[in-house]
């Protein structure tokens, strides 16, 4: 035997027996996870079961970016982890994420980053609908887009908080690769068409100027329906991500078209529960003001007195009347933080309403 093969096999027997240890640490971890469903279920007999902890989700996953020793990236090791808890919480409750539709898109995408992939992932038409499942308690938790950096707002996600009762209970973020998509079956006839989401076109304009300017842009309702379409129809191609063209089994003309490097979307995990604090969170409210000089300015200033920082505030016409707004607010911190109870409490005598959207992990993945 040659020097390489004798140093392979003793490599990979050292592989075998690291596999097989760290399979054995896996399950013993696997049971533990099971004995903690057993003392939850025994705590709460008669009431509902809370099986998923997102704020214990996110100190995991952050000891775990901390304390990587190497050489995997802290990113990838966090990855691995992510799967192995999702797969113990199965063991615990199989959870049903309702996210917007269809298969393929990028919601889909988010939501098994945030929650893994053993979930059972259900996919549904509109963001509507998507509030709909989680608030009749037919999904547990739900995955929805709130913005993306190159295109602003999700406005129809924001206003369905107006009036639903759900809470934020988590946010994910994804950078957004789009890509120009053909059928292997049709690729060597001319393009005549394109399909796309409406987002998608905007995160590409620039580049779809500059290299098919004059092609029919047609927008459908999801990038995965583009993909859909493009996989059967001849002379048409789609703009969509890698989960759509893997599904729809389409090659990539252009790799990366998105106008701007950093294309990111943010998304949010909608469920029925508060979540308690995990050391690292984020939270958000809607408030109305009266329309009256310095109501803005009323409005931030105790944020400001007290330190907190604000990450996003957005207006939005108020469902109640003509020229009256909403505010949008995302800040750091947990509300049961006694600096932002003292806040929230300033803001509450001011407004003409306050509701609060929820507190949650700042995303760790
Ligand atoms: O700590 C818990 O409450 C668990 O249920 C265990 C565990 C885990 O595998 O670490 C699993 C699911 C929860 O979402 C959080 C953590």
């Known amino acids: 035997m040659t020097d390489e093969k004798t140093r392979l096999g003793e490599l990979r027997d050292e592989i075998?027996?690291?596999?097989?240890?760290?399979?054995?640490?896996?399950?013993?971890?696997?049971?533990?996870?099971?004995?903690?469903?057993?003392?939850?279920?025994?705590?709460?007999?008669?009431?509902?079961?809370?099986?998923?902890?997102?704020e214990r989700e996110a100190q995991v996953l952050r000891r775990i970016k901390e304390h990587n020793p190497g050489p995997l990236p802290a990113e990838e090791m966090a990855r691995l982890f992510r799967e192995i808890m999702s797969a113990c919480l199965a063991l615990e409750k199989p959870m049903h994420i309702a996210f917007l539709g269809p298969i393929g898109t990028f919601t889909q995408a988010a939501a098994l980053k945030h929650f893994g992939h053993s979930v059972i992932s259900v996919p549904l038409p509109a963001i509507d609908a998507v509030f709909r499942e989680v608030e009749s308690g037919a999904a547990h938790y739900g995955v929805v887009p709130v913005e993306n950096s190159t295109e602003g707002m999700i406005n129809h996600t924001l206003d369905m908080f107006m009036s639903s009762p759900l809470k934020i209970c988590g946010e994910v973020q994804l950078r957004i690769h789009h890509h120009l998509l053909v059928s292997p079956k049709h690729k060597d006839q001319e393009i005549t068409r394109i399909y796309s989401h409406q987002q998608s076109f905007a995160q590409c304009r620039q580049w779809l100027d500059t290299h098919r300017y004059g092609i029919e842009r047609v927008t459908v309702s999801s990038n995965a329906e583009a993909a859909r379409r493009a996989a059967e129809e001849p002379g048409t191609a789609a703009i969509a991500g890698d989960m759509a063209a893997e599904l729809y089994g389409l090659e990539k003309l252009a790799n990366s078209i998105e106008d701007r490097p950093d294309n990111t979307t943010r998304f949010l995990i909608i469920g029925r529960e508060e979540v308690p604090a995990s050391g690292h969170d984020?939270?958000?409210?809607?408030?109305?003001?009266?329309?009256?000089?310095?109501?803005?300015?009323?409005?931030?200033?105790?944020?400001?007195?007290?330190?907190?920082?604000?990450?996003?505030?957005?207006?939005?016409?108020?469902?109640?009347?003509?020229?009256?707004?909403?505010?949008?607010?995302?800040?750091?911190?947990?509300?049961?933080?006694?600096?932002?109870?003292?806040?929230?409490?300033?803001?509450?005598?001011?407004?003409?309403?306050l509701k609060r959207l929820g507190s949650y992990p700042i995303g760790v993945l």
């Open 16 to 54: 075998d027996s690291l596999d097989q240890q760290i399979m054995d640490l896996i399950s013993a971890r696997a049971r533990c996870a099971q004995e903690v469903a057993h003392v939850k279920m025994a705590a709460n007999p008669d009431e509902n079961v809370f099986f998923y902890r997102p």
């Open 282 to 353: 984020k939270s958000s409210i809607l408030v109305s003001m009266r329309n009256k000089p310095g109501a803005l300015y009323q409005l931030l200033e105790p944020f400001h007195r007290h330190g907190i920082s604000l990450t996003r505030i957005e207006t939005r016409p108020s469902p109640s009347g003509t020229w009256a707004y909403v505010f949008y607010i995302d800040f750091e911190g947990h509300m049961e933080d006694e600096t932002v109870r003292k806040v929230l409490a300033e803001v509450d005598e001011e407004a003409v309403e």
